[in-house]
């Protein structure tokens, strides 16, 4: 039983699983919307939340914060700082939106959009 077992682990290591979520975020803030499968846009979305309300204040800290968590990322960082974060400083949350779609033809995984909400 998986009760209280929240993390899916998308049959992946530990270190894998990070190294995947990390390369979500970091294509998910140059782009500003991506394609993926349901469940990795799901669990993509409160790291993605997090991160931008961390970049609403720019603090020295903040930007420590976040470039530890983007594999020290700086022109993601930049972007996030200057350009997401002081579009969204008065915005409490609900940065991300995640648009459902047909299912992929080859394995038949149910995609989705994630965005942000402009």
Do not use: C, W
């Amino acid at each position: 039983m998986r009760h209280h077992n929240s993390v899916r682990k998308f049959g992946r290591t530990k270190n894998a699983r990070t190294a995947l979520m990390r390369g979500l975020v970091i294509s998910f803030v140059t782009h500003g919307r991506i394609t993926t499968t349901d469940a990795k846009a799901k669990e993509l979305r409160p790291m993605v939340e997090k991160i931008i309300t961390r970049s609403k204040v720019d603090t020295l800290q903040n930007r420590r914060l976040v470039l530890s968590a983007l594999y020290n990322n700086e022109l993601v960082t930049k972007k996030l700082f200057e350009e997401i974060g002081p579009a969204f400083a008065t915005r409490n949350g609900g940065y991300t939106r995640i648009y459902k779609l047909p299912r992929r033809t080859s394995d038949g995984s149910p995609m989705a959009i994630i965005e942000l909400v402009a």
